[in-house]
């Protein structure tokens, strides 16, 4: 089993800042990938951004593109979601995830709130 704790998440303003967190315990050794989701009041959980756990390859939603990096420090088992320039519609309960194989993503977190004020 893999436990997945997110934090960073906050009010903010339009404009601002935040880094979004994810520190993952228990059988972290087989790690494909971890992502980021949100989900918007009324809307459906939409991903936002990937990272694999060996190499450099990451992938954005456009709507990330520009304005949000995902990294991580394997050593710490932490992934990233550093977001500037964030807007209103940035607003969501934002999840992360993790992949052990590549074939969909197995664990998530119970989520962290951003609420971007305009």
């Known amino acids: 089993q893999v436990q997945l704790v997110e934090s960073g998440g906050g009010l903010v303003q339009a404009g601002d800042s935040l880094r979004l967190s994810c520190t993952a315990s228990?059988?972290?050794?087989?790690?494909?990938?971890m992502g980021w989701f949100r989900q918007a009041p009324g809307k459906e959980r939409a991903f936002v951004a990937s990272?694999?756990?060996?190499?450099?390859?990451?992938t954005y939603t456009d709507s990330a593109k520009g304005r949000f990096t995902i990294s991580r420090d394997n050593s710490k088992n932490t992934v990233y979601l550093q977001m500037n320039s964030l807007k209103p519609e940035d607003t969501a309960v934002y999840y992360c995830?993790?992949?052990?194989?590549?074939?969909?993503?197995?664990?998530w977190g119970q989520g962290t709130q951003v609420t971007v004020s305009s």
């Open positions: 995830a993790l992949d052990v194989d590549g074939v969909q993503y197995d664990y």
């Open positions: 228990g059988r972290t050794f087989s790690t494909y990938r």
């Open positions: 990272i694999r756990w060996s190499g450099d390859r990451t």
